[in-house]
């Protein structure tokens, strides 16, 4: 009943972010489906994850949303959270 699929981050940022630590662009962006209802889970993504997470061929619609950046106001946000269309977002 439950399943899990990581969406971001590709592996070529990771190596790149830690370099010019930027690790927020590597966080870990998870798609989880329980008993039939889509939460994302973005982690501590910043704006330039979210964008490129945004123009990916993701299906990014979700029943739920922990808003990302620990619920924190971020540019690009209203975008994202457009793109996901959950019915309850929340803030950790």
Request: glycine share 6%; proline share 8%; charged share 20%.
């Given at each position: ?38 939460i994302l ?29 620990h619920g ?21």
């Amino acid at each position: 009943p439950v399943q899990w699929d990581v969406i971001s981050p590709p592996h070529t940022w990771v190596l790149k972010a830690s370099l010019d630590d930027t690790t927020n662009r590597t966080s870990i962006v998870i798609m989880a489906t329980v008993f039939g209802h889509r939460i994302l889970l973005p982690g501590d993504a910043d704006k330039v994850a979210l964008d490129r997470i945004v123009g990916s061929n993701h299906d990014l619609t979700a029943d739920v949303l922990l808003v990302p950046h620990h619920g924190g106001d971020i540019a690009g946000l209203e975008d994202f959270v457009k793109a996901v269309a959950p019915e309850l977002a929340f803030k950790p």
